[in-house]
T-cell receptor
Framework: DAKTTQPTSMDCAEGRAANLPCNHS???????VYWYRQIHSQGPQYIIH???NNETNEMASLIITEDRKSSTLILPHATLRDTAVYYC???????????????FGQGTTLQVKP | GAVVSQHPSWVICKSGTSVKIECRSL??????MFWYRQFPKQSLMLMAT?????????EQGVEKDKFLINHASLTLSTLTVTSAHPEDSSFYIC???????????FGEGSWLTVV
């Protein structure tokens, strides 16, 4: 599985957009980009995933560069409850010999401040 | 999203005893489940991949005889920590593949303290 690089920590003002970058320069053609977050002492929460097109759901938007070597997770209006560790993970789909497992890096600790 | 539930949420056991943690997919069938361990201030570490009806696949360095995994049905996988020691104290988290494996959902986690 390709590895990802994320900043260790970021701050964001409450109500503003939080833009979390992720580099995945060795991503393979069939690997998806997944984002999860983990609030202290809880299991990770699925946020969004994409292959090459930009994606949006009720939680966030995912912008993937055309060469797919990097992506940005956007939380449009950050709240204090968005304070968490955010993980960017590249993952091959389940099947064809792949288990589809998620390998976690160190993630970005996002601190949303009042 | 799909719901994955773990039980117990926390457990304290004596050194040398065994403890079982259950992972259930409540509203979908999961042919594949994953078990992770997380120590304080560290990231999640994948321990094993649990496949329904077959043996689990363990990551390098994880003792399969110490961490017994059983995935007897499409909605239940169990992790048994055998002969637990204080260094096994950790946060254990399971996850399950949903929607043909496109999305993986996680349980709430189980805190194990070995005294």
């Amino acid at each position: 599985d390709a590895k990802t690089t994320q900043p260790t920590s970021m701050d964001c003002a409450e109500g503003r957009a939080a833009n979390l970058p992720c580099n995945h320069s060795t991503i393979s053609g069939n690997e998806y980009v997944y984002w999860y977050r983990q609030i202290h002492s809880q299991g990770p929460q699925y946020i969004i995933h994409g292959l090459k097109n930009n994606e949006t759901n009720e939680m966030a938007s995912l912008i993937i560069t055309e060469d797919r070597k990097s992506s940005t997770l956007i939380l449009p209006h950050a709240t204090l409850r968005d304070t968490a560790v955010y993980y960017c993970i590249v993952r091959a789909p389940h099947g064809s010999g792949n288990t589809g497992k998620l390998i976690f890096g160190q993630g970005t600790t996002l601190q949303v401040k009042p | 999203g799909a719901v994955v539930s773990q039980h117990p949420s926390w457990v304290i056991c004596k050194s040398g005893t065994s403890v079982k943690i259950e992972c259930r997919s409540l509203d979908f069938q999961a042919t594949t489940m994953f078990w992770y361990r997380q120590f304080p201030k560290q990231s999640l570490m994948l321990m094993a991949t649990s496949n329904e009806g077959s043996k689990a696949t363990y990551e390098q360095g994880v003792e399969k005889d110490k961490f017994l995994i059983n995935h007897a049905s499409l909605t239940l996988s169990t992790l048994t920590v055998t002969s637990a020691h204080p260094e096994d104290s950790s946060f254990y988290i399971c996850s399950a593949s949903y929607n043909s494996g496109n999305t993986i959902y996680f349980g709430e986690g189980s805190w194990l303290t070995v005294v």
